[in-house]
């Protein structure tokens, strides 16, 4: 693609300020901090790229809000320690050429000579395969001499991109001076199949919400970008100045394509009652979520009904700032997953309503996020004294995020034998809230279900229970999300069917004695898939495909209902694909209870799979004690866990990363590693890794709980390593080992295993086939994963000849007399007689 580079230096390239700004990518020269953060302030945008030649100097850039900071190549290899802590994206380098740059690691490569187009490119290409590690491709770009639509689609061939000097740019469609067309330069690299040469065009708002699909032409474009505004392509009218006639015009805010660049993305901000000549805001329907609020908010503002509590709270500031306090309270005091989102969301509408009534948009809100985010320079984060409590700082407490660390040459068996038990959980409390839970639901059926839901959920329903044909309307999802969940549905599914015992056992077992085994669906089965807040399709494919290979008759799925009462269409959309007859709106005890015992709407179950929390776990072990309700569950369940074996050959990245991915599920989480013959410097690094990796993630929070109580044990052998492991029974085990493979006979105890460096436990949770309800708590000893056999149960039978009753008959009548059964040799007996006569 090209790059605009604007000198602020020149007065006479100030009128393209605007028009640059629409773009990504817009490197700035001969500017000092002072004017930068002006035109940041003036265009809005916080994509600029610019030059630094110290440290000092490029934190103040970051902080003021420039994305990428350029460095020259001396100037980066002088610095390069203290940008340990500041992310590749932040950061690009400026060379005369590509030598000596593979040991550079940067986000982007600027490079001044661009003649030896072959070793560029070759640079390029190479560079481009090493993902960033937070996403997004590495680029490299060169500086041409002399710059035409035809050499920026030359070099994008080529994988590179180009610097276009806003000299040499306009927004003129007939520019006469031999300039470049903005929206020409754009195009260069663009890509379109249609006959018409039209691009498809998605059209979004500030926050990336979809407003419809267009298409656009070259001619559309360099209008949308000479006028600030949204100009498409009509394909029967010609060109289209959205909103010129019925007010609901456009402001341009950004203009980009997709990754394969064959669709444009316009990001406007929409005026009037709204996109759609419908009068909605988007072509998919009304607006939802914090946009519909802010739009209600602003309604209410210029014409509130009288009496009503929103106007109350705009002429009332010290009702809204009490609101404000209390709700902010609530929140913090908040526990439980759901009662959190439920006091986040009425946080954010008192919030949002004294913003709305200052003026303030949520598009500024987000303009100031963004700034917020180019900052590398923190603040300490400490609360002003009378919001904090003291803190009592913990000895050897660095801050540090490490596991606990042991040597097993240097404990004692008794300590070994410690570190194999999982924390005490004493479920009688919890049993004793939920056993009157289910109850209720027992005796009150629906009624008890809602009655709950508004307790527990705080969601108010008309109906809890959908019933198949699910409306398609309430399963809409984007194309990638449908194509990952059908990718992740073939894989698990043919996994599982292979393991479906499709053939009848038929077995001789002396002559005229034949015995078989076959198998049979359980007809109807509960799936339990946690949600609310959550978004767990995963769960619901892990579940629900299983059923339907087996063939159960009926499948009913529950899932705790969104605070607008729906289901997570992802879940939905699964549930249709799985072929359930019902979908249960509501969670935790109430939702297992339903499924056991049922209810007017509700079919009675046979047995209940799925994972949940400790109350959920609780109601399905009382389910299953309760000779009533007759229910089988899949298997017991404590916090989830990973143990993973790392020798010399593991790379200490991946290592940390998996430890991790199980250590964020929550505060008991358990993680071990078994370091087999690690040197310092090799164990040094995982955890290096693990600290640096947790504090850039989104629920560091929960890692910091949670790594701590963990541990690694060293060990000189991978026999020592695999013992431990199989004596641990692990639910998750992670081998980044040499050789993984040839370990597996030696795994006697695990829920799934994971061989080596590109088999993370991501892989086996979402999509490579395999079951991700596992046995925890040391349960992978007696217990398998869920799998197809758990859907149904084996048939035995016998037949006998008249052959096979004399040959046995004798055996059988005196085992009955030893066991003194008169009846059962009888039964023999008679018919021996028969055939003895």
């Known amino acids: 693609?090209?790059?605009?580079?604007?000198?602020?230096?020149?007065?006479?390239?100030?009128?393209?300020?605007?028009?640059?700004?629409?773009?990504?990518?817009?490197?700035?020269?001969?500017?000092?901090?002072?004017?930068?953060?002006?035109?940041?302030?003036?265009?809005?945008?916080?994509?600029?790229?610019?030059?630094?030649?110290?440290?000092?100097?490029?934190?103040?850039?970051?902080?003021?809000?420039?994305?990428?900071?350029?460095?020259?190549?001396?100037?980066?290899?002088?610095?390069?320690?203290?940008?340990?802590?500041?992310?590749?994206?932040?950061?690009?380098?400026?060379?005369?050429?590509?030598?000596?740059?593979?040991?550079?690691?940067?986000?982007?490569?600027?490079?001044?000579?661009?003649?030896?187009?072959?070793a560029i490119s070759a640079f390029a290409k190479k560079t481009k395969s090493c993902l960033l590690g937070h996403g997004g491709e590495k680029s490299t770009v060169v500086q041409l001499e002399n710059v035409t639509v035809e050499s920026i689609a030359e070099y994008q061939s080529h994988q590179l991109d180009v610097i276009v000097p806003a000299s040499r740019l306009s927004v003129n469609v007939d520019d006469k001076s031999g300039k470049l067309n903005i929206a020409d330069a754009f195009l260069a690299t663009a890509k379109t199949d249609r006959p018409d040469g039209l691009y498809t065009t998605m059209v979004v708002d500030e926050f990336?919400?979809?407003?419809?699909?267009?298409?656009?032409?070259?001619?559309?474009?360099?209008?949308?970008?000479?006028?600030?505004?949204?100009?498409?392509?009509?394909?029967?009218?010609?060109?289209?100045?959205?909103?010129?006639?019925?007010?609901a015009t456009q402001t341009l805010k950004h203009i980009d394509y997709d990754c394969d660049g064959d669709a444009l993305r316009f990001v406007v901000e929409q005026h009037g009652a709204g996109f759609c000549h419908l009068n909605t805001r988007t072509c998919f329907g009304h607006d939802s979520g914090i946009t519909a609020l802010e739009k209600?908010?602003?309604?209410?503002?210029?014409?509130?009904?009288?009496?009503?509590?929103?106007?109350?709270?705009?002429?009332?500031?010290?009702?809204?700032?009490?609101?404000?306090?209390?709700?902010?309270?609530?929140?913090?005091?908040?526990?439980?997953?759901?009662?959190?989102?439920?006091?986040?969301?009425?946080?954010?509408?008192?919030?949002?309503?004294?913003?709305?009534?200052?003026?303030?948009?949520?598009?500024?809100?987000?303009?100031?996020?963004?700034?917020?985010?180019?900052?590398?320079?923190?603040?300490?984060?400490?609360?002003?004294?009378?919001?904090?409590?003291?803190?009592?700082?913990?000895?050897?407490?660095?801050?540090?995020i490490e596991m606990i660390k042991y040597n097993l040459n240097e404990i004692s068996s008794q300590q070994r034998s410690r570190l194999l038990l999982r924390p005490i959980i004493d479920s009688t409390e919890i049993i004793s809230r939920v056993t009157p839970i289910m109850q209720k639901v027992r005796q009150g059926g629906d009624k008890a279900i809602l009655d709950f839901t508004r307790q527990f959920d705080r969601v108010e329903l008309e109906s809890h229970t959908i019933k198949a044909p699910f409306d398609p309307a309430m399963m809409e999802l984007d194309p990638a999300t449908k194509k990952a969940i059908d990718q992740a549905y073939d894989n698990i599914y043919k996994f599982h069917d292979a393991q479906l015992d499709k053939e009848t056992l038929v077995v001789e077992t002396m002559p005229g004695v034949t015995c078989s085994r076959f198998t049979r669906p359980i007809e109807r089965v509960g799936l339990y898939v946690p949600g609310g807040t959550a978004v767990l399709p995963s769960t619901a494919l892990m579940l629900g495909i299983p059923a339907k290979v087996a063939g159960c008759r009926e499948i009913v799925m529950a899932t705790p209902p969104r605070p607008d009462g729906s289901v997570v269409p992802e879940v939905l959309y699964v549930a249709h694909k799985v072929g359930a007859s019902h979908v249960v709106k509501a969670g935790g005890a109430q939702a297992v209870a339903a499924m056991a015992y049922g209810t007017e709407t509700i079919p009675k179950v046979d047995k209940i799979f799925g994972p949940g929390n400790q109350y959920v776990t609780a109601a399905k072990m009382v389910a299953q004690n309760d000779t009533a309700s007759l229910v089988a569950i899949d298997m017991p369940a404590g916090p989830s866990e990973v143990l993973v074996i790392a020798d010399m050959s593991s790379n200490p990245v991946y290592v940390a990363a998996d430890l991790l991915s199980q250590a964020e599920h929550g505060a008991d989480s358990q993680v071990v590693l078994l370091a087999v013959d690690l040197t310092p410097e090799h164990l040094k690094a995982i955890e290096n890794q693990v600290h640096e990796q947790a504090i850039a993630l989104p629920r560091c929070d929960i890692i910091r709980k949670s790594i701590p109580h963990s541990f690694t044990v060293s060990m000189k052998t991978l026999e020592e390593a695999m013992k431990f492991s199989n004596d641990y029974a692990p639910e998750h085990l992670i081998l980044h080992i040499e050789d993984a493979a040839h370990v597996l006979p030696q795994v006697d105890n695990a829920g799934s295993v994971f061989v080596g460096p590109y088999s993370p436990e991501s892989f086996g949770d979402y999509a490579s086939g395999t079951n991700h309800t596992l046995p925890t708590y040391g349960y992978s000893r007696m217990y398998s994963g869920v799998n197809t056999n758990g859907f149904v149960k084996h048939i035995t039978s016998q037949e006998c000849t008249s052959e096979g009753m004399d040959l046995l008959g004798d055996t059988v009548m005196r085992l009955a007399e030893i066991e003194g059964l008169g009846a059962h040799r009888n039964a023999v007996a008679v018919r021996l007689a028969d055939l003895r006569k």
């Open 1 to 118: 693609m090209f790059i605009p580079s604007l000198d602020l230096a020149d007065t006479n390239q100030a009128s393209l300020y605007s028009s640059l700004s629409f773009f990504g990518s817009v490197i700035l020269q001969n500017g000092n901090v002072a004017q930068i953060k002006s035109l940041i302030n003036q265009t809005g945008s916080t994509l600029y790229w610019t030059y630094a030649s110290s440290i000092e100097e490029a934190i103040q850039l970051w902080d003021i809000g420039v994305l990428k900071v350029i460095f020259t190549l001396d100037t980066y290899r002088s610095i390069q320690s203290e940008l340990a802590d500041i992310g590749q994206d932040r950061i690009a380098v400026f060379a005369p050429s590509v030598a000596n740059l593979e040991s550079i690691d940067v986000s982007t490569y600027i490079i001044q000579d661009a003649s030896d187009l072959a």
């Open 296 to 400: 209600t908010l602003k309604e209410r503002k210029n014409n509130a009904p009288a009496g009503s509590y929103t106007a109350r709270l705009f002429n009332d500031p010290k009702l809204l700032r009490a609101k404000i306090l209390e709700e902010a309270e609530e929140l913090c005091d908040a526990t439980d997953k759901e009662e959190i989102a439920w006091e986040a969301a009425d946080l954010i509408y008192f919030a949002l309503a004294k913003c709305v009534g200052a003026g303030v948009s949520l598009a500024d809100i987000e303009k100031n996020l963004n700034k917020k985010a180019r900052k590398v320079t923190r603040r300490p984060g400490n609360a002003k004294p009378k919001y904090q409590e003291p803190i009592v700082k913990q000895e050897n407490d660095t801050g540090r």
């Open 208 to 247: 990336n919400k979809a407003l419809g699909l267009v298409y656009s032409s070259k001619e559309s474009v360099a209008e949308s970008i000479r006028l600030g505004q949204g100009v498409y392509q009509s394909r029967g009218r010609g060109l289209w100045h959205k909103g010129l006639t019925s007010g």
